[in-house]
């Protein structure tokens, strides 16, 4: 008998607080102030009222999110994993991906990888655009749920 797991029961627990895990997403962003855009939601976050992130999976050598950005047009700020090797996945819809080296639109079943260090900004071409952003090793701003 196959038993089926809860990807939450598999979340990393610990006691970082808001502020801290705030504190944390800022860093990577290219624009601090951008932080003021965030709120704390459920496994996760959600920026501008817009999109939504939540927390897959975390472990110390990889975190798992799933993006969906609501509205079409909207971007996740420009910003960067100074440790991490990120990997996108659009499940549907498709976005823009730019990067100080390339600009790439992404389409269902499309994956793309941004290097360590590499300024980057994510945008929506269509409404309920969905992603899976894998980033190995972890990318400690995305623990959500420690």
């Not at 996108?88 to 941004?114: A, Y």
């Not at 360590?116 to 900004?121: G, M, S």
Request: charged share 25%; hydrophobic share 30%.
């Amino acid at each position: 008998m196959k038993t089926e797991i809860d990807p939450r029961s598999l979340l990393r627990k610990g006691n970082v607080s808001l502020e801290n895990a705030l504190l944390l997403l800022s860093k990577t962003f290219d624009t601090p102030s951008d932080i003021s855009k965030v709120k704390k939601h459920e496994s996760g976050f959600i920026y501008d009222e817009s999109i939504e992130i939540k927390s897959v999976f975390e472990s110390d050598d990889t975190t798992i999110t799933y993006t969906i950005f609501h509205d079409s047009g909207v971007s996740y700020p420009k910003h960067k994993h100074e440790n991490s090797i990120e990997y996108l996945i659009v499940t549907s819809g498709s976005v823009l991906i730019s990067t100080t080296n390339f600009s790439r639109k992404l389409d269902v079943g499309e994956c793309s990888s941004i290097k360590c260090e590499d300024l980057h900004e994510v945008k929506s071409l269509v409404k309920q655009t969905k992603l899976i952003a894998i980033c190995v090793p972890a990318e400690q701003a995305y623990r959500f749920n420690r």
